[in-house]
C-alpha cells in the first residue's frame, strides 16, 4: 500500500490592462480591475466554493482524507476584494487540522531565476501571509510552476525547508519512480517529492476527454489503477480551478472526488501530508543542473522565457527593480512587484501545436504580442513614476551622459 499525497495549486494573477503607448507618462491603471473581479468570482462559483465545500466533506466522512495547498499572494488579495467566502472555505479547512499550507513566492514569480534577494523577499511576505490567514508556518515548498534545479534546493536548505516539490519527469528520473522521495544534490537531507504526472493529469488534464482510452474514469477504476504502485508517496499534484473549470462540472469531475477516498480506502489506500511523505528515507540523490518545470512538453521554462519577447521584458523588469525600491513608495514598489507574476510572460509565449489551448487559457490579450506591448508599455510608465519620485535617478542619468560625451 502507498498512500496518496494530494496537492492543489490556488493562484490568480493580476492581469494587465491593454496598454497603449498613448498612456505612458499618464499613470493610468495597470490592471484590469474588472477583469479580475469577473474572473475571480466566475472561478469561485464554478471551483473555489464548490471543491472546498466537498473537501470539508470529505475530512469530516473520510478518517485518512487529507490534502495540501499552496495559494499565492495575488489569489489571496483577491479573495478578499472579490470573493470572501474562498477565503473563509480555505480557513475552515485549515481549522480541521487535516491541510498543509505550503510556501511559495508571494507573487508567484520566476524571481530565483533573477533575483535570490527578491525570491527571499517574497517568500517572507508569504509566510507572513500563511501565519496570518491559516495560523500556519510552512515547512515545505512549492516554487512557481514546480520550477525546480539543485541551486534552489540548496538555498531552501538554509532558509529552513525540509522538502521541496517537483516534477517527476522521465528525462532525470530515467528508470526510476516518482513515487519514491529523493534527497536533492548538493544538500545535507533535503527531500524531493515527485509528482506523479501520469496519474496526475489523467484527472487534470484527460478526466473528460472522451476520446481517451480510459474514459470514463471512475473513483473505483483509478483506484485499481493506484493500487499496484509500490513506493513512499503517490504524488498527485495539480492546479485546483481542474475541478468545476479546467474539468467542468458536467464531467462527473465533482462525483468522482466525492468517491475517490472510499475507491481507495477498499485497497487501504490513505493519505498524507507533504511533510509526512518527507519523513520518509530517499532512496536515491537527484542531479538536476538546469531548471525543470510541470508545464508544457518539455517541462522546461520555455513557456515563460522561451522567445525574444519573454526574455527582454523580464530583464528590463528586474533592471528596474532598485529604482523602484528607492522610490520608498508602497504603491509602486506593490505594482513592480504584481508584474513580477510568471503568467505575465507565460501570455507572451509563441509556442503552439499541442500546448496552444493551455497557453490561450484565462489570457486578457489577444495575442502574445498584444501581452508584450502591454507590458513594455506598463514597465516605461512604472519607470517615468520611479523617476518622479526619485531625482536622484535623473543626477544618475546626466552624470553618465557627462562621461559619455
Known sequence: MT??????????????????????GKHAPYFDEHKNAE????????????????????????????????ITGTALEQFEKYSPEVLEQFEKLAATGRVEFLSETYHHSLSFLYDAEEFDHQ???????????FGAKPTVFRNTELIYHNALAAHLEKA??????????????????????????????????????????DIAFRFGNKSWNGYPLTADKYAGWIAPVMGDSINLFMDFETFGEHQWEDTGIFEFMKHLPFALDRHNIGFHLPSDAACAEPKDELDIHHPISWADT????SAWLGNQMQTSAIAKLYRLKKDVLATKNAHIIDSWRKLTTSDHFYYMCTKWFSDGDVHKYFNPHNSP????????????????????????????????????A
Not at 44 to 65: E, G, M, N, W
Not at 298 to 301: A, F, G, L, Q, S
Request: aromatic share 12%; net charge positive.
Open 39 to 70: 474572473i475571480m468570482r466566475k472561478v469561485a462559483r464554478k471551483c473555489y466554493v464548490p471543491t472546498t465545500q466537498l473537501l470539508l466533506d470529505l475530512i469530516h466522512k473520510h478518517p485518512s482524507f487529507c490534502c495540501s495547498f499552496s
Open 369 to 404: 504580442y498584444e501581452a508584450y506591448i502591454s507590458f513594455m508599455n506598463v514597465i516605461s510608465d512604472l519607470e517615468i513614476a520611479a523617476k518622479k519620485k526619485n531625482p536622484g535617478m535623473f543626477t544618475k542619468l546626466a552624470k553618465l551622459l557627462e562621461v559619455s
Open 160 to 201: 529552513g525547508y525540509a522538502a521541496v516539490l517537483a516534477e517527476g519527469w522521465d528525462g532525470f528520473l530515467g528508470w526510476r519512480s516518482p513515487d519514491y522521495v529523493y534527497k536533492a544534490a548538493g544538500t545535507k537531507n533535503v527531500k524531493l517529492l515527485l509528482k506523479n504526472y501520469r496519474l496526475s493529469d
Open 3 to 24: 498512500n496518496i499525497c494530494l496537492y492543489f495549486q490556488v493562484h490568480q494573477p493580476y492581469r494587465i490592462k491593454q496598454y497603449p503607448l498613448f498612456d505612458i
Open 298 to 301: 518539455e517541462r522546461d521554462t
Open 123 to 133: 517568500i517572507a511576505l508569504h509566510k507572513k501571509a500563511m501565519k496570518m490567514h
